[in-house]
């Protein structure tokens, strides 16, 4: 087929409303990753100045002074090892309801109706319930308590499951049962039949829901601020803690939430081909 | 390959629903082709599922030469499958489909390569091999399937519905292929399908199922020639068998029909009850006769000139009748038809179909 001819007018019209949006959605980041460069004279100073000479001072401050690449090494282990959970128990119980329209509905809404609440009604009561836990022997070995990796990693999980299982519900769905039936007469038992016919083609589903699963995490702010101390606090507590009684440090502030942002940043660019892949091809065809 | 015995055979989904299977019972001998045939919902689906053993059995027993499998794995049962929508397994080439269950079995790959060349040869796949199944037909799809199911010499073949999805030539081309499959493999195969035409063109023996039960077991002849109810004469033929609706009269002892104001006497040979009745005739069984030799008179409706032979509709009195004849007889609009049943070929039935309706109007 012949493309239709695009008026000039209206593609440079198309570009500027982009760039706008571009410009938009990118902006806060160009100028904290600029401020992070800054020598304090230069921050708060109005009109605000693009040009300056750059320091590494607010990093130094950041990462020696701050100690703030462990609060990175902490959100890195608890949101993979959650993101795991997640997606492991996500892609069972999604298979199952998709499959055996486990519990008629009902458990699939119940499941999605603990997304009902905010977070903050149960943050207090996760607050206690992991500080008991916490001085009981098993909280102690398997690091769930207050201030302790397990408490967060559990949050998350009950946290992300709902909408994971929501996502890969529609992905199994898509799966044509025939390949399923087709499989067991050749020979496989049923748990082969899951891995080596069903997940290779819930694949690009379930690639899209660790990766969403994993944002979540690494962004999450109120479980960790509250489950949290010192030790095993995350990137988005660790940037708050700039904001002190002496007040706030924009500089080692820009420079630590640049250091939070950009693992993600990278990740999320690298895997945006799968992620538009997984959301707009749905699963695969019979 | 092997021989398969259906007793009392139910399939329930739930329990306050009617069952979609309801107690049937059939043989299949070795080797044998059987199609089930039946409309959508008609339980047809459902008995090959439970054959193949994806369905759990309700009640009642499926034995494989005389050893029931009720308990018996799906992938015990060496049963292979083709499906309506192919099933193939799109992650992997058509190669590795064929060679997948093979590979389940952890055959060497030297036999896997000889075994899937050799199929490829036989079902016209081989310069397809390293293609991707995205890549292929519909119809190079449904063979793929095939060599999949045929690669491991099943005990038992099913196909269900393998080709309502392909187009008026390829659905022909297919059926002389899975015809000669079943002659060169001489597996017994059961072939599921809506579509008389299929069943009566493949198979040695046709299962005509409608709600859940068996309405009649026979070869294509039998179902054909002489259907035991309504229901399986009216699914079976192509144009559709007419119905005339009448009553069985005892004059001097000789039975009439009569319908619409007319009447003709029934060969002895038929058997008739008297009260309303409805008689059945195949398209084929009707010719036109003349003003002093006929069974009915009728009214022409239209032609459909189908040039090796035409379709005449015709009406007799109300019902409207289809006859098959000669491309040259062209009768004008509105022209009065005389038309001759085949005195050996007629089928009576109580009305409606079912025997209680026939009771209740018997008084």
């Known amino acids: 087929m012949l493309q239709r001819p695009v008026h000039p007018a209206f593609s440079t019209l198309r570009y500027a409303l982009i760039l706008l949006v571009v410009l938009f959605a990118a902006f806060p980041i160009f100028w904290m990753i600029l401020t992070s460069f800054k020598p304090p004279g230069d921050i708060m100073v109005s009109p605000p100045r693009l040009f300056f000479s750059p320091t590494l001072d607010n990093y130094v401050h950041a990462i020696v002074d701050k100690d703030f690449l462990r609060y990175v090494t902490n959100t890195l282990i608890v949101s993979v090892i959650s993101t795991v959970f997640v997606v492991v128990l996500g892609s069972l119980a999604a298979y199952s309801f998709a499959r055996y329209n486990t519990g008629d509905g009902h458990i699939l809404f119940f499941i999605l109706s603990t997304k009902m609440f905010p977070a903050i009604a149960v943050v207090l009561p996760y607050f206690l319930i992991f500080r008991d836990i916490g001085r009981t022997g098993i909280g102690q070995f398997l690091q769930i308590g207050l201030d302790k990796p397990g408490a967060l990693i559990i949050s998350y999980t009950m946290f992300n499951l709902p909408f994971a299982i929501w996502l890969l519900v529609s992905f199994f769905q898509d799966i044509p049962r025939e390949l399923e039936d087709s499989a067991r007469l050749d020979g496989l038992s049923r748990l082969k039949v899951l891995r080596k016919v069903v997940l290779p083609l819930a694949a690009p589903g379930i690639a899209v829901t660790a990766i969403f699963t994993l944002i979540f995490c690494w962004n999450e702010f109120l479980f960790a601020y509250i489950l949290t101390r010192k030790t095993w606090s995350t990137v988005t507590v660790g940037v708050e803690s700039f904001f002190t009684l002496q007040g706030i440090l924009w500089g080692p502030v820009a420079a630590a939430a640049t250091l939070a942002v950009l693992p993600m940043l990278l990740f999320v660019l690298a895997m945006q081909r799968w992620m538009v892949r997984g959301l707009t091809f749905g699963a695969v065809r019979g | 390959m092997a021989s398969i015995q259906a007793e009392r055979l139910v399939k329930r989904y739930n329990p306050g629903a009617p069952p979609a299977v309801s107690g049937i019972d059939f043989e299949i001998a070795d080797g044998e082709f059987?199609?089930?045939?039946?409309?959508?919902?008609?339980?047809?689906?459902?008995?090959?599922?439970?054959?193949?053993?994806?369905?759990?059995?309700?009640?009642?027993?499926?034995?494989?030469?005389?050893?029931?499998?009720?308990?018996?794995?799906?992938?015990?049962?060496?049963?292979?499958?083709?499906?309506?929508?192919?099933?193939?397994?799109?992650?992997?080439?058509?190669?590795?489909?064929?060679?997948?269950?093979?590979?389940?079995?952890?055959?060497?790959?030297?036999?896997?390569?000889?075994?899937?060349?050799?199929i490829a040869e036989t079902m016209e796949l081989a310069p397809l091999l390293q293609r991707r199944t995205k890549e292929l037909s519909s119809?190079?799809?449904?063979?793929?399937?095939?060599?999949?199911?045929?690669?491991?010499?099943?005990?038992?073949?099913?196909?269900?519905?393998?080709?309502?999805?392909?187009?008026?030539?390829?659905?022909?081309?297919?059926?002389?292929?899975?015809?000669?499959?079943?002659?060169?493999?001489?597996?017994?195969?059961?072939?599921?399908?809506?579509?008389?035409?299929?069943?009566?063109?493949?198979?040695?023996?046709?299962?005509?199922?409608?709600?859940?039960?068996?309405?009649?077991?026979?070869?294509?002849?039998?179902?054909?020639?002489?259907?035991?109810n309504a229901f399986v004469a009216g699914f079976v033929g192509?144009?559709?068998?007419?119905?005339?609706?009448?009553?069985?009269?005892?004059?001097?002892?000789?039975?009439?029909?009569?319908?619409?104001?007319?009447?003709?006497?029934?060969?002895?040979?038929?058997?008739?009850?008297?009260?309303?009745?409805?008689?059945?005739?195949?398209?084929?069984?009707?010719?036109?006769?003349?003003?002093?030799?006929?069974?009915?008179?009728?009214?022409?409706?239209?032609?459909?000139?189908?040039?090796?032979?035409?379709?005449?509709?015709?009406?007799?009195?109300?019902?409207?009748?289809t006859l098959l004849t000669d491309p040259a007889v062209l009768p004008r609009d509105g022209e009065k038809l005389y038309l001759r049943l085949d005195p050996d070929r007629i089928l009576l039935y109580p009305p409606d179909g079912s025997q209680a309706a026939a009771d209740d109007d018997d008084s």
């Not at chain 2, 559709?240 to 104001?261: K, L, Q, R």
């Not at chain 2, 002093?292 to 035409?310: G, K, M, P, Y």
């Open chain 2, 34 to 118: 059987v199609a089930i045939l039946g409309p959508s919902g008609c339980g047809k689906s459902s008995t090959m599922r439970m054959i193949a053993g994806l369905e759990t059995i309700t009640e009642g027993t499926i034995r494989f030469d005389g050893r029931p499998v009720n308990e018996v794995r799906a992938r015990e049962r060496n049963v292979a499958m083709s499906f309506e929508s192919y099933a193939l397994y799109p992650t992997i080439s058509v190669y590795e489909n064929i060679a997948f269950p093979l590979r389940c079995r952890g055959e060497a790959n030297a036999a896997i390569d000889r075994q899937v060349r050799q």
């Open chain 2, 139 to 228: 119809g190079q799809a449904q063979r793929v399937g095939l060599a999949r199911a045929l690669i491991r010499r099943p005990t038992v073949f099913l196909l269900d519905e393998p080709i309502s999805h392909l187009d008026t030539r390829q659905r022909y081309r297919m059926r002389q292929f899975i015809k000669s499959i079943h002659r060169d493999f001489k597996t017994t195969m059961i072939y599921v399908t809506h579509d008389q035409e299929e069943a009566m063109a493949l198979a040695d023996r046709i299962i005509v199922m409608s709600h859940g039960d068996i309405q009649q077991i026979g070869t294509p002849e039998e179902i054909y020639e002489r259907p035991v």
């Open chain 2, 238 to 321: 192509e144009p559709p068998i007419n119905f005339i609706d009448g009553e069985v009269v005892v004059t001097d002892g000789e039975f009439h029909f009569t319908t619409a104001g007319q009447s003709f006497l029934l060969p002895p040979k038929v058997k008739a009850t008297p009260g309303r009745m409805r008689l059945a005739v195949r398209p084929a069984w009707l010719s036109l006769g003349s003003e002093r030799d006929h069974h009915l008179r009728a009214t022409h409706f239209v032609t459909e000139r189908l040039q090796d032979h035409n379709i005449l509709v015709v009406d007799v009195g109300r019902t409207r009748v």
